[in-house]
């Protein structure tokens, strides 16, 4: 059973959103403000966060900030706000995708699962010690990634990152020199479940830039092909 945490002070909503995803085999924590969140990562372990940004002693994108700095799993924002500004700001500060409130509930769960699924995908349970790690070395670069245990390395620094940022750069990585619209990217981070634009897949390439490049203004690895899309050179 997979488990949530929310964290929600508004009452109404708060309940409506605990009630659905029970009904749906959720396994379902409620927090009422930040600092409960908080305390609930440490003690519920969930598999995915819906936070909604207005909270009384948090600024939501801060909590965000926060929260990826603890876990990796899937945060999804939920919102009145639906400026693109805002959106934009909790993609780059750690969020995975982002509803605006109000939202219909089998969306959330669409969104959720669609989510859910990738990241188990991308964190399988432990194999056996005898069994070898997928593992993949850019000598060119010091660029080293472990995809079972989805750790990135580069020039011998252990690089924090968001799941879409992993699932992004494993992409590129993997198929060197291939040229991605910004169209193929939004489909294999997200799927047709989630709310992604051009803009969100310029952040997280921006995001990547600065935490492998030498000089992000000049990228040597992550090239843009003007008027297309992105590519990754070796």
């Not at 799993?73 to 409130?101: H, N, Q």
């Not at 992409?171 to 051009?198: M, T």
């Amino acid at each position: 059973m997979d488990r949530v945490l929310l964290i929600e002070d508004d009452d109404i909503i708060g309940e409506m959103i605990c009630m659905y995803l029970k009904e749906e085999d959720f396994l379902v924590l409620r927090s009422h403000n930040g600092q409960e969140g908080l305390a609930a990562l440490r003690e519920f372990e969930p598999d995915l966060i819906l936070l909604d940004l207005n909270l009384p002693d948090f600024e939501g994108t801060e909590l965000c900030t926060s929260l990826r700095n603890i876990t990796p799993v899937p945060i999804i924002i939920i919102s009145s706000d639906s400026r693109v500004s805002e959106k934009i700001e909790a993609f780059t500060v750690g969020a995975d995708d982002y509803l605006c409130k109000p939202f219909s509930m089998h969306e959330m769960k669409a969104r959720i699962q669609a989510l859910l699924r990738r990241f188990k995908l991308g964190h399988p349970p432990e194999t056996p010690k005898l069994q070898v790690e997928h593992e993949v070395t850019v000598p060119a670069m010091d660029l080293n990634i472990n995809l079972e245990k989805r750790t990135l390395y580069v020039r011998g620094e252990s690089i924090e990152m968001t799941f879409s940022e992993f699932e992004l750069i494993r992409l590129l990585y993997e198929h060197p020199e291939r040229v991605y619209r910004r169209e193929d990217l939004i489909n294999a981070l997200r799927g047709f479940d989630s709310y992604i634009n051009d803009r969100a897949i310029d952040v997280h390439i921006t995001n990547l830039r600065r935490k492998i490049e030498v000089n992000p203004k000049e990228p040597k690895y992550i090239k843009t092909v003007w008027g297309v899309g992105y590519k990754f050179v070796m």
